[in-house]
């Protein structure tokens, strides 16, 4: 069983930045890939970007790539989504959510979902 709950959502300005952090219940954080995912408002939930278990890998999506950046401390059961450059395409839900072993954009394959987060972004 592991619990996510998503902070840092909020107001962003357009060409802005904004860090959301993601805590994990339970000693096993370190044994799940931890993914980003974002729903905008009228739009079915997209992949951002994941990371592997020990933070050694990767990847994201087009749409955000060069501009977010995932990041996790294993010591403090978290996982963080820097987004830089803001657009306000950016604006919706964030979710982190969990998997084992495998390093995937398919959100059917995550286990565990955090409530999601508020970002919205102006121009």
């Known amino acids: 069983q592991v619990r996510l709950a998503e902070s840092g959502g909020g107001l962003g300005q357009a060409g802005g930045s904004l860090t959301l952090s993601c805590v994990a219940s339970g000693r096993t954080f370190s044994s799940y890939a931890m993914g980003w995912f974002r729903q905008a408002p009228g739009k079915n939930r997209e992949f951002v970007g994941v990371i592997s278990t020990s933070g050694g890998r990767v990847d994201y999506a087009d749409s955000v790539k060069g501009r977010f950046t995932i990041s996790r401390d294993n010591t403090k059961n978290t996982v963080y989504l820097q987004m830089n450059s803001l657009k306000p395409e950016d604006t919706g839900v964030y979710y982190c959510?969990?998997?084992?072993?495998?390093?995937?954009?398919?959100?059917?394959?995550?286990?565990?979902w955090g409530q999601g987060t508020q970002v919205t972004v102006s121009s």
């Open positions: 959510a969990a998997e084992r072993t495998l390093l995937t954009r398919d959100q059917n394959r995550y286990d565990y």
